[in-house]
C-alpha cells in the first residue's frame, strides 16, 4: 500500500511543481512517434510502437518466447480495456489502471474487484513496468506474462478460469481475427493473451515527459519552479533520489520507510520468509 508523506513546507511548492511535470508525461504514442520496428498493424487509430528511449535509460529487454509485434500489442491493448475478462464482465484491466491517471487509481486506498471487496493493497503504476525486474508492491512475480493473468484469477479481483476466458474470447469473431493477426491460424489459448497483454504493456513508457526532453537539452521544456524542485529532489537538500533514481525514479529495491508502527501487511516476507523483509515493499 502506498501511503503519502507531508511534505515539509520548506519543499513543497518546487517539488510539487517537478513532480507535476513527471506527471504529465506521455505514455506510449505522441506527435514525437519514433518509427516502429513492425508498423504493420493498428487499432482505430491508435498506433503501437516501439519507444525510442533517450540517452541514460536503460534497455527495454523482450522475452526470446515474447519479442515484439504491432500484432500482439494491439491484441493485448483491446484485453486491457475487455470488461469480458471479469466473470460478471463488469472489471477490466483499465478500471484500476486508468491510463489518464499514470495506469493507477487515484483518491482511493484500496482497490476493489468484481465482488465490490477492498483488496488488501492499492493499484501500482504500470508506468515503465517493463523494466521491473520484480513486480507486484512485494515482488511476487519476475515474468510480466504471469503476472498479468494474477488479476485475471484471483476471486476478488475479476475471478475468471483459464476455460472462460478462451470461451469468451473464441466466441467473440474481433478476438478471433486479432489473434489470428497475432499468432497465426491457431486457437485461442491463454498463454497468448498473456503474452499480448505483456506486450502491449512494455511499451507503456513514460520517456518523453517534459524532464526527459529537458535532459536531452530542451532548456525550455521544465518552468523555473520545476527546475528548482529537480535540483531539490536530487540534491542532499531532499535527496529524495537516493531510491527514487533518474530515469525511472526507483531503485528497482525493497524498502520500509516506516509508515506503520504495527505491521498488518508484511511485504517482501511474504516471498522470502525473511524476518527482515517484513514491511518492505
Not at 536503460?58 to 504491432?70: I, K
Not at 486457437?187 to 503474452?195: A, E, L, N
Request: aromatic share 10%.
Amino acid at each position: 500500500m502506498i501511503r503519502a508523506l507531508r511534505p515539509r513546507a520548506a519543499l513543497g511548492f518546487s517539488l510539487l511543481g517537478f513532480l507535476l511535470v513527471l506527471g504529465g508525461c506521455e505514455f506510449g504514442a505522441g506527435s514525437e512517434s519514433p518509427q516502429a520496428v513492425d508498423p504493420g498493424y493498428t487499432d482505430n487509430g491508435w498506433t503501437p510502437e516501439l519507444p525510442v528511449l533517450p540517452e541514460g535509460w536503460p534497455v527495454l529487454e523482450w522475452p526470446h518466447d515474447n519479442p515484439y509485434s504491432s500484432a500482439k500489442a494491439v491484441l493485448g491493448r483491446r484485453l486491457f480495456f475487455e470488461n469480458a475478462l471479469s466473470v460478471d464482465s463488469t472489471v477490466s484491466c483499465a478500471v484500476c489502471h486508468i491510463p489518464t491517471a499514470a495506469f493507477t487509481t487515484r483518491g482511493r486506498t484500496f482497490s476493489f474487484g468484481v465482488t465490490g471487496k477492498e483488496l488488501d493493497r492499492n493499484t501500482p503504476s504500470l508506468a515503465n513496468v517493463g523494466f521491473a525486474k520484480f513486480l507486484t508492491f512485494d515482488g511476487g512475480f519476475s515474468s510480466l506474462e504471469a503476472q498479468v493473468l494474477a488479476p485475471l484469477f484471483a476471486k476478488d479481483e475479476m475471478g475468471m478460469t483459464t476455460e472462460e476466458i478462451e470461451s469468451r474470447l473464441a466466441g467473440d469473431s474481433m478476438y478471433v481475427r486479432l489473434y489470428r493477426q497475432a499468432y497465426g491460424n491457431a486457437p485461442i489459448r491463454i498463454g497468448g493473451v498473456s503474452q499480448a497483454l505483456a506486450a502491449y504493456l512494455r511499451i507503456v513508457v513514460s520517456y518523453r515527459s517534459p524532464w526527459d526532453r529537458w535532459k536531452a537539452g530542451d532548456s525550455t521544456a521544465l518552468s523555473a519552479a520545476a527546475r528548482r524542485g529537480e535540483a531539490i529532489f536530487t540534491g542532499k537538500k531532499g535527496n529524495c533520489a537516493i531510491c527514487h533514481v533518474p530515469p525511472l525514479f526507483t531503485d528497482g529495491s525493497f524498502h520500509n520507510v516506516g509508515l506503520d508502527s504495527v505491521i498488518h501487511d508484511i511485504g517482501r516476507m511474504r516471498i522470502t520468509g525473511l524476518e527482515a523483509d517484513k514491511g518492505r515493499f
